[in-house]
């Protein structure tokens, strides 16, 4: 699987867009990026996945560039429970299990 | 909604100890997982399972074994416990197939050898 770049930290301000970076200059034609959160003392969240296309669901859009070396996941109005770390993911679905390999993610504060 | 359980939030067991770390899943999901979670290393894959009685070595096996006698349970074992094994540990299952297959996480165990 493809390796993933987040920076370590960022702040938003409640209510305003958050814009999370991605870098997986790597990825391969058939891996899907994956954004997932963990809230402290809680297990990962999946938010949204995407190939080729954006996407967009209840929690977030996901932007991928034209080559895929780069995603943006957008929180659209950030609220202070969006606080978390969030993990960008690239990996293969296969007919095994797949190794998704987790990096340091980015601790997002949302701030009042 | 998929359900990954996890038999204890918090274990203290003492070095040298066989500990037993149980996660049940609800949808019969085919792959399960087991990471650990350490301040400033991220989440790192331990073992995975892409069926009944079948396992994989992820990055850092050293230490543990698993065990998958039934479709939704996957359990970790730690042969002889030890003070470096201290640590967040996370099971998580997915779907198998072709295309997307978003894993699925249980809220963890928080593991302390003495």
């Known amino acids: 699987d493809a390796k993933t770049t987040q920076p370590p930290s960022m702040d938003c301000a409640e209510g305003r867009a958050a814009n999370l970076p991605c870098n997986h200059s790597?990825?391969?034609?058939?891996?899907?990026v994956y954004w997932y959160r963990q809230i402290h003392s809680q297990g990962p969240q999946y938010i949204i996945h995407?190939?080729?296309n954006n996407e967009t669901n209840e929690m977030a859009s996901l932007i991928i560039t034209e080559d895929r070396k780069s995603s943006t996941l957008i929180l659209p109005h950030a609220t202070l429970r969006d606080t978390a770390v969030y993990y960008c993911?690239?990996?293969?679905?296969?007919?095994?299990?797949?190794?998704?390999?987790f990096g340091d993610g980015t601790t997002l504060t949302v701030k009042p | 909604d998929v359900k990954v359980t996890q038999s204890s939030r918090y274990l203290v067991k003492r070095t040298g100890e066989k500990v037993f770390l149980e996660c049940v899943q609800d949808?019969?999901?085919?792959?399960m997982f087991w990471y650990r979670q350490d301040p400033g290393l991220g989440l790192r894959l331990i073992y995975f399972?892409?069926?009944?009685?079948?396992?994989e070595k992820g990055d850092i096996p050293e230490g543990y074994s698993v065990s998958r006698e039934k479709k939704e349970r996957f359990s970790l074992i730690l042969e002889s416990a030890s003070t470096n094994q201290t640590s967040m540990y996370l099971c998580?299952?997915?779907?198998?197939?072709?295309?997307?297959?978003?894993?699925?996480f249980g809220n963890g165990t928080r593991l302390t050898v003495t």
């Open positions: 998580a299952s997915s779907k198998q197939g072709l295309g997307h297959s978003p894993l699925h």
């Open positions: 949808m019969d999901h085919e792959n």
């Open positions: 399972s892409y069926d009944v009685k079948m396992k």
């Open positions: 993911i690239v990996r293969v679905g296969t007919t095994n299990a797949g190794k998704s390999t």
């Open positions: 790597t990825i391969s034609g058939n891996e899907y």
């Open positions: 995407g190939l080729k």
